[in-house]
Each structure stands twice: as C-alpha cells, then as structure tokens.
Nanobody
C-alpha cells in the first residue's frame, strides 16, 4: 500500500520560512517524479514544484526564486524548502507521486497516481 505522509506545515509570518517533507512508502520511490501541489480556500489545486527521478525540476512562476524542491532517494523523501513566504502562499500543501513528469507540467493532474493527505501552511501578514 502506497503512503505519502507530509509534515512541516504550520503558521509563519510573512517573510519567514518553512520546510515541508514528504515520506513515501510502498512504491519504488526512485522511479517516481515527485510533486508538491497546493490548494487555497475557494481555489483550484495548483502545481507548486516537481522534481524528476534524476533531479530535473519545474516550478510555478509564483514561487520561483523562493521555493526549492529536493529529493533523497535513499530516504524516500521529498522536501520543499519555502523562503520569503507571502500571505498568498497560504494553502493546504499536498505531496504527489506519479510516473510521468510530463503529466505534472502539462496539467494532467487527474492522472496523478498517489496523493498525500495534505499539510496546512498559513502565512500571516
């Protein structure tokens, strides 16, 4: 059974930093591009960042230069380092695992294989 478990969310002031982690189990982690999505109240889920199984990355324009995604294939974890946080970054953040990188970047998110349960990030102004 595949499990993706996010951690690291919380409340932070604007300009601050948070580090989200996602621990994966039940899948051959190194074969999966891993992504972070977010969904704010009343808005659609959106891709924040994705990292391929060999380290290629793509970021949403809104987070470029502020967020950094990384992975540790030995520990089956993917991390999202979030710096210079803004109130508009407030959302539930979800970890995702899916075998095709192109589906992430081309918006075919209905095909995502696995989702985590989400972790709340709240940025106060």
């Amino acid at each position: 059974q595949v499990q993706l478990v996010e951690s690291g969310g919380g409340l932070v002031q604007a300009g601050g930093s948070l580090r989200l982690s996602c621990a994966a189990s039940g899948l051959t982690f190194s074969r999966y591009p891993m992504g972070w999505f977010r969904q704010a109240p009343g808005k659609q889920r959106e891709l924040v960042a994705v990292i391929g199984n060999i380290g290629v990355t793509t970021y949403a324009d809104s987070v470029k230069g502020r967020f950094s995604i990384s992975r540790d294939n030995a520990k089956n974890t993917v991390t999202l380092q979030m710096n210079s946080l803004k109130p508009e970054d407030t959302a539930v953040y979800y970890c995702a695992a899916h075998q095709r990188y192109s589906d992430y970047v081309q918006g075919r998110w209905n095909l995502i294989d696995y989702w985590g349960q989400g972790t709340q990030v709240t940025v106060s102004s």
